[in-house]
C-alpha cells in the first residue's frame, strides 16, 4: 500500500485590520508608496490644524475641508509633468500642497495674513501659484471647469505637451458651463483631464436626489469624451487611472473624464453639522476605506515601514504643520492700501 504524502498547509497570510481591504498588490516602489503616504498625511494633519483655527475664530468666513479624499489629487499628481496645470474648487488646500505650494503661504492665506499666497485677500477659497501652475481656489459652483477648458486650450495653442487638470464635485456637475465646457474640449481636442471628484453629497444633498444618472464618467458620451470611474480611497488605483488618462490626453485625442469615488468626513464646509447622514454611515467608510490607513496597512505588511517609522513621520509632519499656523498668526495683516492692488495685469 503507497504511503500517504504529507500534505502541505497553504502559505500564511498577512493579516489586515478588521473590516479593512486587503493590501492592494505592490504596483509602485517603495520610495513612491512612502511618499504617497507622506502627502496624504500632510493633508490630512494639515486640514485638522486647518479646522482648530477656524474653531479658534482665527479663519474666518468659509472653510471647505478635504479630510478623506486625499488619495485623489495625489494619486492624480504622481502621474503628471512639471508643465501641467492644475485648477479646483473652493475645497481646494490639498490641491495646493501637492502642487508643493509651502504649507506657511497657505495657512497664512487661510487667515487672512499678508504672508498667504493671494496676499490675505483670497482666504481658504482663492489663492493661486503661478509658479507651481496652480489655478486656483474658485468659489463659482463649476466655474473652474470652463476656467480648466481655457488652460487646455493654452497648453495646446503653445505645444508645450500639458494637461490640464480640472477637479469638481457632483454638486457640480449638472452646471451648465461644464457641459458647454465639455463640448468646446472634444470639438478642438484639448488636453483637459476632469477630475469629478463624487463624494456623494453635494453641500447636503446626496447625489441620488441630485442627479437623474449617477454613472458620473458617462456624462460626456454625448460629446464622444470617454471616461472610467475610479476608486478614489486608494491611491493607486488613481494613479493608474491617471496616468492612463494624461497619456490620452497627451496623445492629441481630446480630453478625458475620471470621476472619483470618494468621501469626505467633515461637513461641507466647517459651518455643515452634516445631518444628513448617519455617524454609523462616516465610521463605515473610515473603517473599511480610508486611503491612509489602508496605505499604512500595505507598508507594514509589505515591510516597507515599520509602526515606530510611520510614527516619526506623523511627528515630523505634524512639526512642519505647526509651524505653519505659528507663522501665519505670526504674519501681520494687509494693509489697507491691498485692495487696490493686483486689480488689473498688463500684458
Not at 104 to 127: D, F, P, Q
Amino acid at each position: 500500500m503507497p504511503k500517504a504524502t504529507k500534505r502541505k498547509s497553504p502559505p500564511k497570510k498577512a493579516r489586515t485590520k478588521p473590516g479593512r481591504k486587503k493590501p492592494a498588490k505592490l504596483a509602485a516602489s517603495s520610495e513612491e508608496l512612502l511618499e504617497y503616504y507622506r502627502q496624504m498625511l500632510m493633508i490630512r494633519r494639515f486640514e485638522e490644524k486647518a479646522g482648530q483655527l477656524y474653531g479658534m475664530g482665527l479663519i474666518g468666513g468659509f472653510c471647505h475641508l478635504y479630510i478623506g479624499q486625499e488619495a485623489v489629487v495625489v494619486g492624480m499628481q504622481a502621474a503628471s509633468e512639471p508643465v501641467d496645470t492644475v485648477i479646483t474648487s473652493y475645497r481646494d488646500h490639498g490641491h495646493m500642497l501637492v502642487c508643493d505650494m509651502d504649507p506657511k503661504g497657505v495657512m497664512a492665506e487661510l487667515t487672512g495674513r499678508i504672508g498667504g499666497y493671494s496676499k490675505g485677500k483670497g482666504g481658504s477659497m482663492h489663492m493661486f501659484s503661478r509658479e507651481k501652475n496652480f489655478f486656483g481656489g474658485h468659489g463659482i459652483v463649476g466655474g473652474q471647469v470652463s476656467l480648466g477648458t481655457g488652460l487646455g486650450f493654452g497648453h495646446k495653442y503653445k505645444g508645450d505637451g500639458g494637461v490640464c487638470m480640472a477637479y469638481f464635485g457632483d454638486g457640480a456637475i449638472n452646471q451648465g458651463q461644464v457641459y458647454e465646457s465639455f463640448n468646446m474640449a472634444e470639438l478642438w481636442s484639448l488636453p483637459v483631464v476632469y477630475v469629478v471628484e463624487n463624494n456623494k453629497y453635494g453641500m447636503g444633498t446626496s447625489i441620488e436626489r441630485a442627479s437623474a444618472t449617477t454613472e458620473l464618467y458617462q456624462r460626456g458620451s454625448a460629446h464622444g469624451i470617454p471616461g472610467e470611474q475610479v476608486d478614489g480611497m486608494d491611491v493607486l488605483a488613481v494613479r493608474k487611472a491617471a496616468e492612463k488618462a494624461l497619456k490620452y490626453c497627451r496623445s492629441g485625442k481630446g480630453p478625458y473624464i475620471l470621476e472619483m469615488k470618494t468621501y469626505r468626513y467633515r461637513g461641507h464646509s466647517m459651518s455643515d453639522p452634516a445631518k444628513y447622514r448617519s455617524k454609523e454611515e462616516v465610521s463605515k467608510v473610515r473603517k473599511e476605506s480610508d486611503p491612509i490607513d489602508n496605505l499604512k496597512d500595505l507598508l507594514l505588511v509589505k515591510k516597507i515601514a515599520t509602526e515606530e517609522a510611520l510614527k516619526e513621520f506623523d511627528r515630523d509632519i505634524k512639526a512642519v504643520v505647526t509651524e505653519a499656523a505659528t507663522f501665519a498668526q505670526e504674519s501681520p495683516e494687509p494693509d489697507p492700501a491691498e485692495l487696490y492692488t493686483d486689480i488689473l495685469v498688463e500684458v
